[in-house]
């Protein structure tokens, strides 16, 4: 057996990250918001909480049962997310800055 990988890519990048810690009425969410060049105007956000994470645009917003699935929520708990994640993914530069 070959100890040699096969890189499909390898490569570093600036990202800007962001930690946001909210209170729902039905949770508590932790998460990381990550900006990158990478997903095509998309975040990855990854819930701190229980490491589950996904790449969210304003289209996956829209699917339905999507955020439930990614992040392992309940249909109460995906809304509540979902009115966060808005704010971010819909308006130009929110979350963005320093």
């Known amino acids: 057996m070959s100890n040699d990988l096969f890189y499909l ?3 570093s990048e600036e990202t800007k990250t962001r930690f ?3 209170m729902a009425e039905s949770t508590r969410f932790d998460l990381a918001i990550m900006t990158t060049n990478r ?3 998309k975040k990855l956000v990854i ?4 490491g ?3 790449i969210i645009g304003s289209d996956d917003l829209e699917e339905e049962g999507y955020l439930e699935f990614a992040f392992n929520l309940n249909e109460t708990e995906a ?3 979902k ?3 808005e704010q971010i993914i819909y308006t130009a530069g929110a979350g963005d800055s320093d």
């Open 52 to 54: 589950r994470s996904a």
């Open 9 to 11: 890519y390898d490569e």
């Open 39 to 41: 997903f095509y105007g």
């Open 83 to 85: 009115a966060f994640l």
């Open 47 to 50: 819930n701190i909480q229980n």
């Open 79 to 81: 809304a509540e997310l």
């Open 20 to 22: 946001v810690s909210f």
